[in-house]
């Protein structure tokens, strides 16, 4: 068959919404890439992302000028659309004193930073640095911004695509306005795009959730999670998704900027047992089990509120792997790494195409 007429015949509609020669997307994943990844991905004939939630606006505005000096084809920028809470101190004085053992450990004082979370939502300072860019697609994760900051996004001719992980958010985001929705698996690595509930019990594999989507909403839906070789690409394609999303698989690849002790997990036996938890952020995320994820349980209720509970996690990450330690660190993964190569992006995206 040739690359892609499986995709182009069945939906055309996508290729003018993306404006891709593949109905490939890489996953946005902060932490372990740059614009490197999304620049091969492009090349390759898929739509690269750059996760912009952990970027200044400075950082933001010179990653994107990269993009566009290394190719003329369409690109994603992904950000975070969550409503940012208060900094409370009692929930962080009882999670300093949960972690105060670990600390004990690397003789290491805990110290409160109410100004330490870094992952922004997005707002109009941001939108009035991207205005004179005007990206070609933008995702969002944990819902949708503000109806007024939404219409001047859409106002540039930016398409606009979100994450949903049921049902009632997929139908809650064309609602309001998407181009294209991602289902988002319970297989797939990094936070979940969860926005209409916190109940982890609603969070279904992406088989399940994607014909359902795909049978309750008009607009084109791109399949995520799990995905990581061609078969995977024409199971989600033969469900019905009209692109597919792939991250993990890109975590080895030589333009990821994955650490050695990143990357060390994903290539072990540990990378065989994943697990949802909040503890590193505030929010479930997936990741390979650690030690501090054994001791504390996956989800914990002690958690501060997303994106607080980084704070003393990364205190207690810093140090740990100054010692070539893992125990504290995010170490997101999907379920499917054992897919994970250490090729070029440009080869694996074509590889994820060879049907």
Partial sequence: MQQGSLFFGKDPLVKELLGTELPIIQSPMAGVQDSALAIAVCQAGGLGSLPC????????????ARIKAATDKPYNLNFFCHQMPSYQ?????????LLQPFFDEFAL????????????????????????VSPPVISFHFGLPEKA????????????????????EALWLESHGVDAIIAQGVE??????????????????????????VDRVNVPVIAAGG??????????????????????????????????????????????????????????ARGIVNRVMKDLGYIH??????PYASIEMTQLRSVAEKHNIDDFSPLWSGQNNASCKEISAIELTKQLMAF
């Fill in 301 to 306: 209720m002690s958690a501060p509120a997303f």
């Fill in 89 to 97: 101190q009692e929930t962080h004085d009882k999670w300093q004193q």
């Fill in 188 to 213: 797939a690595g990094g936070h979940r795009g969860m926005f209409l509930t916190e109940d982890i019990t609603t969070q279904i594999g992406l088989a399940a959730l994607l014909p359902q989507v």
């Fill in 149 to 168: 900051l939404l219409q001047r996004v859409k106002s540039w001719g930016t398409k606009v695509i979100s994450s949903a992980t049921t049902v009632k």
């Fill in 109 to 132: 004082q805990c110290s409160s930073q109410p100004n330490g979370a870094s992952r922004m939502p997005f707002n109009h300072d941001i939108a009035d640095a991207l205005e004179p």
């Fill in 227 to 284: 995905i990581a070789d061609s078969r995977g690409v024409q199971a989600a394609l033969a469900l019905g998704a009209s692109a597919v999303q792939v991250g993990t698989a890109y975590m080895l690849c030589h333009e990821a900027k994955t650490s050695p002790l990143h990357r060390q997990a994903l290539k072990s036996a540990n990378a065989e047992h994943t697990a949802l938890t909040n503890i590193f952020s505030g929010r479930p």
């Fill in 53 to 64: 939630g952990m970027l200044t606006i400075d950082t933001l505005l010179k990653e994107v």
